[in-house]
């Protein structure tokens, strides 16, 4: 088993309520993923500080608490294989805390880089594994070719 996790980006937003009061909000998207073949269960995601609000996507059961050191932690029960848990986090007036690791008993976790990636239709889709394979089936042919001794 393992847990890949990350996250893509944060953004900042600064309102003015009136001219004496602002308000800053920073929001990020943590990902956490089972890329393993088996259930990971017990998962455990730590952050650096106490987190304003945060969302779970897909919405399921789950537990938070402070550590002793003051760390905060999510308590997930399970993660099925390649399942993706999405913690939307709001912070007001603070800094975004850091997602310091995923523990799991299970299986080793690892921090990798996510990226926002745009999603293309079927038909492009099918364009592209189409020229993949004509390029392969070329490369294969002239190989041959060449090999063969064929002018």
């Known amino acids: 088993m393992k847990l890949i996790w990350g996250s893509t980006s944060a953004n900042y937003h600064s309102f003015a309520i009136n001219e004496h009061n602002k308000v800053s909000i920073w929001t990020e998207k943590f990902f956490v993923q089972n890329s393993g073949r088996k259930a990971a269960s017990k998962i455990e995601i730590v952050f650096s500080d106490s987190l304003t609000s945060y969302n779970l996507w897909t919405p399921r059961d789950h537990k ?13 029960p399970s993660l099925a294989p390649g399942e993706l848990l999405i913690v939307d986090v709001i912070d007001v ?13 299970d299986a080793l976790s690892e921090e990798v880089q996510f990226a926002a990636m745009r999603q293309f239709g079927w038909l492009m889709q099918s364009l592209i594994v189409y020229l993949i394979l004509a390029g392969f089936l070329g490369s294969v042919y002239l ?3 060449i090999l063969m001794g064929g002018k």
Do not use: A
Request: hydrophobic letters at 35%; glycine letters at 4%; a positive charge.
């Open 93 to 105: 007036d603070m800094r975004s805390p850091k997602l310091l690791t995923v523990n799991c008993p």
């Open 143 to 145: 190989v041959l070719k």
């Open 64 to 76: 938070s608490k402070r550590s002793d050191n003051g760390n905060f932690v999510i308590q997930v």
